[in-house]
């Protein structure tokens, strides 16, 4: 799983501005607006998300319609765990444990990227936690990854005492 835009690169500007406008159901086609079509950055960008297979691109007479393919979904779900700043109510968190062999050991470090990248803090190689409500994305992008046999998503209440959260 590759690691995404670059953070500051107008391709992950548009990319922001184009999942912000997507619902629950990204597979849809949307129009996209004469401006982002017509703005040589943003055409250039637009064309740079799909070589990189983050969107498909479709035109129907004088409109360009755009959708995000199940790379750019990935992408988007691993963009809002990462900005997401909302928090669970005091004394809630969200859980990672997760089991990956070696013959996916790709999608591990990945994976553990995304947690790092997230503030997700370990509390030993397999299981991590945070404070910050990413648990339903997070799930969501452990489902688009098909890897819920090896990753588990879990949310509650931390009943020993937290010393170090």
Same mark, same amino acid.
């Given at each position: 799983?590759?690691?995404?835009?670059?953070?500051?690169?107008?391709?992950?500007?548009?990319?922001?501005?184009?999942?912000?406008?997507?619902?629950?159901?990204?597979?849809?086609?949307?129009?996209?607006?004469?401006?982002?079509?017509?703005?040589?950055?943003?055409?250039? !960008?637009?064309?740079?998300?799909?070589? #990189?297979?983050?969107?498909? @691109?479709? &035109? *129907?007479?004088? %409109?360009?319609?755009?959708? /995000?393919?199940?790379?750019?979904?990935?992408?988007?779900?691993?963009?809002?765990?990462?900005?997401?700043?909302?928090?669970?109510?005091?004394?809630?968190?969200?859980?990672?444990?997760?089991?990956?062999?070696?013959?996916?050991?790709?999608?591990?470090?990945?994976?553990?990227?995304?947690?790092?990248? !997230?503030?997700?803090?370990?509390?030993? #190689?397999?299981?991590?936690? @945070?404070? &910050? *409500?990413?648990? %339903?994305?997070?799930?969501? /992008?452990?489902?688009?990854?098909?890897?819920?046999?090896?990753?588990?998503?879990?949310?509650?209440?931390?009943?020993?005492?937290?010393?170090?959260?």
């Amino acid at each position: 799983m590759p690691r995404g835009l670059g953070k500051s690169s107008p391709a992950q500007k548009l990319f922001s501005d184009l999942i912000s406008t997507f619902d629950a159901v990204p597979e849809r086609w949307k129009p996209i607006p004469d401006t982002a079509r017509r703005d040589t950055p943003r055409r250039r !960008a637009l064309a740079a998300l799909a070589r #990189q297979a983050f969107v498909e @691109t479709r &035109r *129907d007479g004088e %409109t360009l319609y755009i959708r /995000l393919t199940q790379k750019g979904v990935q992408q988007a779900l691993r963009q809002t765990v990462i900005e997401k700043t909302a928090l669970l109510p005091k004394g809630e968190y969200v859980y990672v444990s997760f089991d990956l062999p070696e013959s996916v050991r790709a999608l591990r470090d990945a994976f553990r990227l995304i947690l790092k990248d !997230a503030r997700f803090r370990m509390i030993h #190689q397999s299981l991590w936690y @945070t404070t &910050r *409500d990413v648990g %339903t994305e997070l799930a969501q /992008l452990v489902e688009e990854l098909e890897a819920t046999k090896y990753i588990h998503v879990f949310q509650g209440r931390w009943l020993t005492r937290v010393v170090s959260a």
